[in-house]
């Protein structure tokens, strides 16, 4: 059979015990039959449990003997089947009853819980509606972050907050919305709940503020709770007293940490700083402080009450202080063991009293420093040729040298004043010191421009004044970055007519250097080519595009060699040009090409470190000069032949006319016999003639020693008197018969002086014949001597004869030159050579002093002592006598020791006149 667990008309399950009880019931139909046989049976047996019970329990029932036997026979008349059937029956009989009534009592818990169920969802509903309702009235924003760590779930109702973020996604994104402090201290606080479930509660502060001041700045409440394992986070606005208690806490945070800030601030300045309480005890101190009053810390002195200021110094601190409360001295405090001086500031307020001590004795000693350091400058601007002037911000002059003044004509009560700048410029306007311009206004803001123009800050800017009086004055102005401007003002009025002539010289230099037939090269410091003219190009035959590329000296060298190949001569070129020492030689050599031309080669260094090389093409000169040479070493070699010549003839000649003369004299005398007075004149005209022969001779052999380098002079002292005086009466026969009148003028005390005395007679007697020689009969000739400074000695022969025209003068020293001049004097033109040749021996010189018609003097100036020189040098630069001798003692005169022209000439006028008046 089957059984349809569905409830008619709902559709649904019936129940597990309502099918279990309707099972029973089908069961039951089958076996009513068997139940109405064994129904007594089931009677007695149910009831036998019940008297069984009783009896045990005591009790006095008695059914009688009848009732059980009546039981026993029915239970022994009954089958097993029989009892089989019943016993299932009342099992299940038992069990449906016992079904019926579980369902029944679960049915009943059922529904009773299911109204508890009911009423508990109702209540929560309404706790959610209240919590929902004061969550949106607190205006919060709520973060729940799930066991699984996903996403967390974030409820934003910010309400009209301003202060809370009104879309989810910006929410956890603290420093968009949070002050970074804020920020930071709740995202530590979050992982901290997260990861170890440590609940907090802060307070934050937002960037969102409630108005536009720093006061109406946004507070939130932060709130973290773990809840069943998940950590929330809940986020409110705070308003009304809660507000303002954040507000106050967060001011009191920031003002402590300020606080915090200045103490520490203050604690590592060197100045000491302190505060008061309102009754004047000390509260605070900062390490410099302690360090002033010698206590350990700031705290030391604080709890010890040691005053920095004593009594007398608060006193006077009182009686400057201003109104604000605000008290500021200068005084000298002991601060350690030293007494310094400080810039002492004291503020008093109604509660506290601060003040601060700042050392100003290194300041104060700077401070006249450079007071002392303007004054110099100053000082030195006075002294400078540039006008100065200094304009502050305000335009104003601040200051002004000496030259300002005196270049614009400004006068000092007006500068004094400190004018703007733009009344100086009126004022220059108004005087005519300035050039009028087309438009003045315009000029004068373009130069005021400087003070303004943010392009003029640390960079000069330089303009050119034209003045009326036809100078031009540089003008450079500076502005600096506080807006101050310095002005300097120089005439360059000179400097730009330089510069032009300087210009227009390099032109003509450079004109000249390209005109030059000379290769001029010119080599930098670095030996890269710095200048050339075309020549130099031209003679080694290089382009102008190699060489316009300022190449090195090492490439330029290189390109020469290709015409002259001398490693030794380039190699000493390229190091004067880069030679890095201080003193550079010069360089010269001769090059001469495979082409057959002739180079001349110079270098010279630069006093900047430039080198200079000159090439110059020599070929043709080169050339003339090597047969000049050959030439001239011809005319030596025939000079020198010459000279042989001459010296030898004129030995040879004077031995004969030493004979001569010797035999003339003889016959003078009278030795063979006696002779006619018309021989005897005769014999007198031979001594003369002859002796006049030798004495020429004489000269001709002194010249030519002295021309070959071999006469030595015998240097001894020289009574200069008795030398005048000598040579004087040497010609005293030929004064008489010329008629002409000597007048010596040789002072007492001339005393001596180092020389030959002999070749000095001979210079006297020389000047004196040529004076008598050149003067008509009634003439008078002067010898004068005199000593100058210096010691030298003048010898100094005048005559009145008919002077020297200026085409002779410069011939009179030559040998053999005799010019008559118009007198009877004839001679061999030897005379004043010996003179010239013997001075200069002796280290004199010698003068000549005539014009034609006044007569002529000639004057012999020798030094007094002999230096020792090697050698003397004839007119032609010979080599001359060497000396040999110095500062000898004089010796007596020896006449018959005279050999020379002089002497010579002297003993044949003495002869002739012996023989004349014999």
């Not at 009880?21 to 009513?32: E, F, P, Q, R």
């Not at 954040?246 to 009191?252: G, K, M, Q, T, V």
């Not at 008290?327 to 007494?339: D, F, K, P």
């Not at 200069?720 to 026969?733: C, G, Q």
Request: aromatic share 6%.
């Amino acid at each position: 059979m089957r059984i349809d667990w569905r409830q008619p008309g709902k559709g649904g399950l019936v129940p597990p015990l309502s099918a279990v009880a309707i099972s029973t019931a089908a069961l039951c139909n089958g076996a009513l039959s068997t139940v109405a046989r064994i129904l007594p049976l089931a009677a007695v047996t149910l009831l036998l449990p019940a008297v069984a019970w009783a009896q045990a329990g005591g009790g006095s029932l008695d059914l009688g003997t009848e009732l059980r036997r009546q039981i026993t026979d029915v239970h022994t008349s009954v089958s097993q089947e029989e009892l089989a059937a019943l016993s299932l029956f009342l099992g299940i009989l038992f069990f449906a009853v016992l079904a019926a009534i579980l369902y029944v009592r679960t049915r009943a818990r059922l529904q009773l819980a299911e109204r508890a169920a009911q009423e508990r969802i109702g209540e929560l509903s309404a706790r959610v509606e209240r919590a929902e309702g004061l969550l949106a009235v607190d205006q919060n924003v709520l973060v729940v972050w799930p066991l699984d760590g996903g996403e967390p779930e974030i409820h934003c109702d910010p309400g009209p907050s301003r202060v809370l973020p009104s879309r989810r996604g910006d929410v956890l994104a603290f420093g968009k919305w949070l002050d970074p402090e804020s920020a930071l201290d709740l995202e530590k606080q979050i992982v901290a709940l997260r990861s170890r479930g440590e609940s907090f509660n802060l307070t934050l502060r937002t960037r969102i503020r409630r108005g536009e001041t720093a006061a109406e700045a946004g507070f939130v409440e932060a709130d973290g709770r773990s809840a069943a394992g998940r950590a929330v986070l809940r986020i409110r606005d705070l308003a009304g007293q809660r507000r303002e208690l954040a507000d106050i806490s967060d001011r009191h945070k920031r003002l402590a940490r300020d606080v915090e800030a200045l103490r520490a601030l203050l604690d590592t300045v060197p100045m000491p700083a302190w505060l008061c309480d309102a009754e004047g005890r000390l509260s605070w101190a900062n390490r410099a402080y302690a360090r002033a009053v010698g206590a350990d810390s700031g705290a030391a002195a604080v709890d010890a009450g040691i005053e920095l200021l004593d009594a007398t110094e608060r006193n006077q601190l009182d009686a400057d202080r201003r109104d604000d409360g605000v008290a500021h001295r200068q005084m000298s405090l002991a601060v350690g063991r030293a007494q310094r001086m400080h810039d002492v500031w004291d503020v008093d307020g109604e509660r506290y009293r601060a003040g601060i001590a700042i050392d100003i004795a290194d300041a104060e000693t700077l401070r006249r420093q450079l007071a002392r350091r303007d004054d110099t400058h100053a000082r030195t601007l006075d002294l400078v040729a540039t006008a100065v002037a200094a304009f502050g911000p305000d335009q104003r002059l601040n200051y002004y040298n000496r030259m300002f003044g005196q270049l614009w004509g400004l006068d000092a009560a007006f500068l004094n004043a400190g004018p703007g700048f733009d009344e100086i410029l009126d004022r220059l306007r108004a005087a005519g010191r300035i050039q009028e311009p087309v438009d003045y206004r315009d000029w004068r803001a373009d130069q005021l421009s400087v003070f303004t123009s943010a392009d003029t800050v640390d960079a000069a800017r330089r303009t050119l004044w034209h003045l009326p009086d036809g100078r031009t004055v540089s003008v450079v102005m500076t502005r600096q970055a506080d807006g101050s401007v310095s002005a300097l003002f120089e005439d360059v009025t000179q400097s730009l007519d330089l510069e032009s002539r300087v210009v227009a010289l390099t032109e003509v230099q450079r004109e000249t250097l390209d005109s030059l037939d000379e290769g001029i090269a010119v080599f930098g410091t670095d030996g890269l080519l710095k200048l050339y003219n075309p020549a130099f190009s031209e003679i080694w035959r290089l382009s102008g595009d190699r060489l316009g590329s300022q190449p090195h000296v090492e490439a330029v060298i290189g390109w020469c060699r290709d015409l002259y190949d001398d490693t030794a001569v380039w190699a000493s070129l390229r190091a004067v040009v880069t030679s890095l020492q201080d003193s550079r030689e010069a360089l010269s050599r001769r090059l001469e090409r495979p082409d057959r031309s002739v180079i001349d080669l110079r270098a010279v260094p630069l006093p900047d470190g430039a080198t200079l090389v000159v090439f110059t093409d020599v070929s043709d000169s080169a050339r003339i000069e090597k047969a000049l040479r050959d030439r001239n070493e011809a005319l030596i070699t025939a000079s020198r032949i010459k000279n042989e010549f001459v010296h030898k003839v004129s030995y040879e000649l004077r031995a004969p006319l030493t004979n001569i003369i010797g035999f003339a004299q003889l016959m003078s005398d009278g030795e063979p016999g006696a002779m006619s007075e018309r021989q005897r004149e005769y014999a007198g005209h031979i001594l003369s003639s002859s002796s006049a022969l030798l004495a020429i001779i004489n000269d001709i052999l002194d010249l030519a020693t002295v021309d070959a380098g071999v006469m030595e002079l015998d240097i001894g002292e020289v009574d200069i008197r008795a030398a005048v005086t000598a040579a004087a009466e040497s010609l005293n026969d030929r004064l008489a018969s010329s008629g002409i009148t000597l007048d010596l003028d040789v002072p007492e005390d001339i005393g001596t002086m180092q020389a030959d005395e002999k070749r000095i007679r001979q210079i006297l007697f020389n000047l004196l014949s040529n004076a008598i020689g050149f003067s008509d009969p009634g003439h008078a000739v002067a010898l004068g001597v005199s000593r100058d400074r210096t010691g030298r000695v003048t010898f100094a022969v005048r005559d009145e004869g008919p002077g020297i025209p200026d085409d002779v003068r410069r011939a009179v020293f030559d040998r053999f030159e005799s010019y008559s001049l118009g007198t009877r004097h004839r001679g061999a033109g030897l005379g004043l050579s010996i003179v010239k040749s013997f001075v200069e021996l002796h280290g004199g010189e010698v003068r000549l002093d005539s014009s034609p018609g006044r007569g002529t003097t000639v004057a012999c100036v020798l030094p007094a002592r002999q230096p020792l020189r090697a050698a003397a040098r004839s007119e032609d630069g010979a080599p001359g006598a060497t000396i040999h001798e110095l500062d000898l003692p004089a010796r007596p005169r020896d006449p018959g020791s005279e050999t020379s022209a002089g002497a010579a000439g002297a003993d044949a006028a003495a002869a002739g006149s012996a023989a004349r008046e014999r």
